[in-house]
């Protein structure tokens, strides 16, 4: 038998390094059946044989959950399986209740009293609740409901910002493949430094990477049966399109004789030699793709720098998916199914609550320090927006006390969060003003503005000053006119 490779993503947590991926069984239950939960989990012990014992799903991916705790419960073969899901609740304000209750109810599905890892979605950074939650999974983690904690779909700076309040994440599970290669550069370096694992999805493309898709004219319309291909099509089109992605595959194509594997097999190989990947996730659809001698081949041979450096070469001609990880769901051009968000949300709630006054809109963050002395956070006057001086004030929280770049990204997010409160956005700001408290730490903050207001260029200003409170290095204030 084949030995799987393995990776500690924390301490007891030993996994393998091919994850099977359940998000198919929504796919499979789209019309509104619900699959037997006893006879499809029968289905994941060959995978469990094999090695492959870990197994990925989420509160959304149609009965999953339910398949998965059946058959760790109920199968032999899965009495030592991974299993880790995911929590992806609607964007606005959370309570300790809530984190609870949803724990709770993966537990309940998973028929067990601790969920192994569980990852975390947020659909929106500049709502800062993102941020609660997060703790509130913490303090369950301590009480011992959770065994780990991740994050999905993070960008590099939102898991800086998580990380500098001290929340214990081991994990970032993002799209990562050949075609979307956002996950190199700063991202690995910033989980490779600070012990988190990155687990790659969509590293098939939901099964365009495959030979079946070699030399084949590209499909449209109702040639894509499920939602991974017409996702992933999207991918394919902003790395430049049909005919790009064609001579990638060829190139893997290329290796794979070379090495007696399958496109799909090289893919993920390379993959899997990237810096900061702790495991790949390949999905499958159970009892009906297993794909499971594929996966076990991952293992048994290694790429050539040769080999590695012409899959790269081929990679060159792509044009980058624009953004970091995870931007796909929070900024045009959307790469879902759908293409928006239609079928994830029905709205995002303001953060702030607006108050008349005078002719003027008013809202105020929460925080001690406006009622003490008399102000808001931001005011509205007809189509002008000022937004006062911001820290990285969270409630009783500082973040990222010795973290300039943590702390400009929070300010520049809880602006964000004040101007759509107004009916403004970030691009609407035409003047900003930063105060550093310590002058040896401009340029970390001045890169952060340059990357928030890049598209956007407002007049501004920086100087130095000595800003009132403990841990905070950085203050801004902005004005906007709405366009």
């Known amino acids: 038998m084949t030995q799987i490779e393995r990776v500690d993503l924390a301490p007891g947590i030993n996994v393998a390094r091919a994850i099977t991926g359940l998000w198919q069984i929504a796919d ?45 419960k109920n199968v032999p073969a899965g009495k030592n399986a991974h299993l880790f899901t995911k929590w992806v609740p609607k964007p606005g304000p959370v309570t300790r209740e809530q984190v609870r209750a949803a724990v709770m109810d993966r537990c309940t599905r998973l028929q067990t009293q601790k969920v192994e890892l569980l990852q975390y979605h947020a659909w929106k950074f500049s709502n800062p609740y993102w941020l609660d939650t997060l703790v509130y999974l913490q303090e369950l983690q301590e009480e011992g409901l959770i065994g780990a ?39 690995a370096d910033y989980c490779h430094n600070n012990g988190v694992k990155i687990l790659a999805y969509g590293t098939l493309l939901g099964g365009f990477i495959s030979q079946k898709w070699l030399g084949k004219t590209e499909p449209t319309g109702q040639a894509l049966p499920n939602w991974s291909l017409m996702k992933y099509k999207r991918f394919i089109d902003v790395a430049g399109g049909w005919d790009r992605f064609q001579h990638v595959l060829a190139t893997l194509n290329e290796v794979g004789i070379e090495v007696g594997r399958s496109i799909s097999t090289v893919a993920s190989k390379y993959q899997l030699g990237q810096k900061a990947v702790g495991s790949v996730i390949i999905g499958a659809r159970l009892g009906e793709n ?17 080999q590695r450096s012409k899959i ?24 879902t199914a759908s293409g928006d968000l239609s079928h994830h949300l029905e709205d995002f709630p303001p953060v702030y609550e607006v108050k008349q006054s005078g002719g003027k809109s008013m ?33 009783l929280i500082v973040v990222g006390k010795n973290d300039p770049e943590a702390q400009t990204h929070f300010i520049v997010d809880k602006i964000e969060a004040s101007l759509e409160s107004l009916g403004a956005k970030l691009s609407d700001v035409v003047r900003s003003r930063i105060y550093v408290n310590d002058l040896k730490d401009w340029e970390p903050i001045a890169r952060v503005h340059g990357v ?28 906007a006119v709405i366009q």
């Open 149 to 187: 904690i991740g994050v999905t779909n993070f960008d590099t700076a939102h898991l800086r910002i998580a990380k500098s309040i001290g929340v214990n994440i081991v994990s970032n599970q993002i799209s990562y493949s050949v075609i979307d290669r956002r996950g190199g550069g700063q991202m």
């Open 28 to 72: 499979m239950e789209k019309d509104g059946s619900t699959l037997d939960p006893a006879s499809t989990a029968e289905f994941m012990a060959a995978y469990a044989d094999a090695g492959l014992d870990t197994f990925d799903m989420a509160d959304h991916y149609g009965s999953a959950e339910i398949i998965a705790g059946y058959f760790k």
């Open 452 to 479: 928030r207001f890049a598209d956007i260029r407002p007049a501004n200003t920086m100087v130095e000053a000595k800003l009132i409170g403990d841990g905070y290095l950085v203050e801004i204030e902005v004005e």
């Open 312 to 335: 790269t070469a081929a990679l060159s001609a792509l044009e980058d998916i624009p953004g970091d990880c995870g931007d796909e769901y929070r900024k045009p051009p959307y790469l």
């Open 363 to 395: 809202i105020d963050s929460g925080t001690t320090w406006e009622t003490l002395a008399g102000y808001s956070r931001a005011i509205r006057i007809g189509d002008r927006v000022l937004v006062s001086g911001t820290t990285a004030t969270h409630g």
């Open 290 to 306: 297993a794909h499971i001698a594929d996966a076990v081949s991952l293992f048994t041979f290694d790429l050539s720098d040769a």
